[in-house]
Structures are given as C-alpha cells and as structure tokens.
C-alpha cells in the first residue's frame, strides 16, 4: 500500500516503521474490507463486527435474507463509498437491483459494475455536481417500497459532497468558510449543516421509509458518534435547530442569513433502520499493534481519538518512550495558522515535524516518528512523513529550517527535500489518521 516503502527503508528501524504503518492499510483496505465483513451465501447475508480487542470474536452480526425483498439497492456517500459500493456489489451479485454511489473521485476499478452509476462532486466545498448526484439518490431512495432493501455505504466527507438543493449549496458554502475561519470544530460545523439539508441528519432514512436500510457506516470521527460521520444522512439526530442557532452566533453569525430547518425526529422513520459501525480506526490500529508485536517490539497503543496541535502532539511521548516500544496512535490533531502564511502541507506532517524540532539535538539514531493519513492523502498527494535521526542531518546538510518551515506550515515542501514523504495507493477508507513512535 505504501508505494515508496523501499527508498524510505533507509535503515532498520525505519523499515519495521513503514512495516507497521502498511499492516495498517491493509487493514483497511477496501476491496479487502468489504468481502472480509460483508459475506453471502445463497439467499443470506452476514454483515460481521468483529471486536479488535479479541482476536476472531464477532460481537455484532445481522444477518438478512436476500429472499425477503423485490428489490435490493446500494446507496455510497462519501470518499470511498464508490469503490466500497463496487465491492458490495460483486458480493450481492446477481441480487443488485441498482446503485449510486457519490465520491470525490471515479477509482480504476478492475471489475466496473454496470449496475452502479458513480458519480464525483466536490469536497470540501460542495457545487451543483454534488446537486445532481444527490438528487439522483433522493430520487432512488424516494421511490422505495416496503418490500425493497436499500444498504447504504457511509464515509467520511459527505457532509460536503451530499447537497440536496441550491439553497443548501450557498447556505453550505457561507456557513463553513465563515465557521472554519472562526476555529469552529467539525461537530460544531457539522451540527449547522445538518440544519440546512433534507439529506442529513436521518433525511436519507425519512427518505428510504418503509423501506428496510442497511447502513454500513466508516467512522472518521474520534469518538465514533455515527450521527457525525458525514453528518448522518441514516441516524436519527439529537442536535436541534436551536442548537445551529447558538453555534452561529457564537461565532458572531446571524442564523437569520442561513435557512435553518429541523431534521427528523420522529422515530417511525428509523424503526426499519440499522446502523453498523463497519470500519473505523481500531481495524488499523490493532493489525499495526499486531505487526510490531510480530517485528520484536512491545506494542502500546496510546490512544484512539488523540486530539491537539499538530507540531505538538508528540511532546509528552518522546521522551516517554522505552528501548523496544512501538507507541501508536490514532485520532486527528488540528493546524492553527493563526496569521501565518499558508504553504503545503498537511496534520501528518506537521505531526513529524513537530516531534523531529522538539526533540531537536537529541534526536538519536534509536528513535523514528511516522504519521500518516489512513486514506493515503494529507491534504496533498503525500500520506504523510517519516522522521528520524537522518532527516535532521538532511535538514542541516541542506541547511533546511525546521522552524522557518513550520511557522509557514511548507512541510510538503519540507519533507519533499529531505526525501521522507510517504506516498500510498488511495485505496483505502478513511479512519482519520494514524501515528508510530519506535525506539529501538
């Protein structure tokens, strides 16, 4: 998965890292992911939730009989959702009645299905291709009969690509340019979108009704509330328009300039509804635990849902770390640009940069950092950065400034010279991000 792991391997230590952190996209791999959790046979369908804690141990299973329905859909939001719709359509086979799946890209896929109409649209500002193609899953979902089955794939990113009309589109676009601007979190901005869509917040549920739903459901939010995860389109909603409202002016924003509506909270439209948590971070983080137990190390997993600025993050863990750890990590650190200069780069980056200037001179050769998106992008084409002992003679030799760098946020500009950029294969979900501290 990590395309370049052969030139970045430039010692020992730095290739039990990359090791690692490729155990953890195969994890989550898509077209891997999806024959592994969804399985037919027959008329049945076994959707598994296997616990990373237990190795093997299903502690969630639905099971559906095929049979039961006229009609089977598949409806994919978010980036991922197309090449996971695909998947799931070559497990449902000749079952598949139709599907559409909304992604910020088409995938080469080897095996294109007919049956599923990919659409791309824009992230993160939404535009009239993201109307369309939301119009057009509105339009399938609108249509739906009790008798009809409709398994949704959700991933991270559909609060931007799903929009149901123009007026959600120029709402959409003021509310999160002007929250962003303002530091408001993404469960700040994803509660004021969810009161500007009939898509969100239970809306594709609402719509499907009475139909059965399925919604299998990729988790890029710390913490895993599923209601958050592009702004759940199949969960029934506990934030209010009220609550938008507050959050508006909070950041100095009148609510009366965005057309604010309720989403539904009545529960007949989710009693036919299940929502499956599919993939999320532990799925990479144990596969990464489990292949550093493998390499001779001791594994520590140190957190699932880590939070904090970015060139900070590794503070407290640096010096921390014992001879033979492997510390890893999951979560998503923020970037404050304050009043800087914006340059290229991305939170993994920063991530590694931050460590490799804290710890400075004292950096030894027995110590690497690795911090990577789980999607293969970080906010440019690179997944991330790997840093250690010989980035920093890199750095001096080519008399680099870690800190001129970092107060202008270039670290793809950074890491592109000292030859540490990770680049992998975009073909995996979307869990947030992913981080290895190894001592040797």
Partial sequence: MITNIGELSRNSLRKKALLIADAGYEAIDIEKSMPRKVKRNG????????????????????KLNLADFENIFIVGIGKGSALASVSLAEILGDKLTRGIALDVQNPEIKNQISKIKIFTGTHPLPSKENIFATQKIMELAGNLTEKDLLISVICGGGSALACASESELNASILATKALTKSGADIIELNTVRKHLSEFKAGGLAKLSCPATLISLIVSDVCG?????????????????????????????????DFSLIETPKDEKYFKKTKNILLVYNEDAVMAMFNKARELGLEPRIKGLAMQGEAKDFLLPFLDEIKSGEAYIFAGETTVNFGQSKIGKGGRNMEVVLGG????????????????????????TEAAGAIGDEETLKT??????????????????EFFKKTGDLIYAEPKSFNVADLMIVLKE
């Avoid at 750095?395 to 793809?412: M, P, R, V």
């Fill in 43 to 62: 008329d049945i369908l076994t959707i598994e939730h296997i616990s990373p804690w237990e190795e093997k141990t299903i502690y969630e299973e639905t």
């Fill in 224 to 256: 895993n509330d599923l209601s958050m995860v592009s702004s759940g389109p199949t969960v029934s909603d506990y934030t209010t328009k009220t609550d938008a409202e507050n959050i508006l002016k909070k950041y100095g924003l009148s609510p009366e």
């Fill in 356 to 379: 490799l200037k804290s710890y400075g001179l004292n950096l030894k050769s027995d110590i690497v950092i690795v911090s990577f998106a789980s999607d293969g992008h970080d906010n």
């Fill in 395 to 412: 750095a001096q030799k080519l008399g680099l400034s870690i800190e001129e760098y970092l107060d202008s946020h270039s670290t793809f």
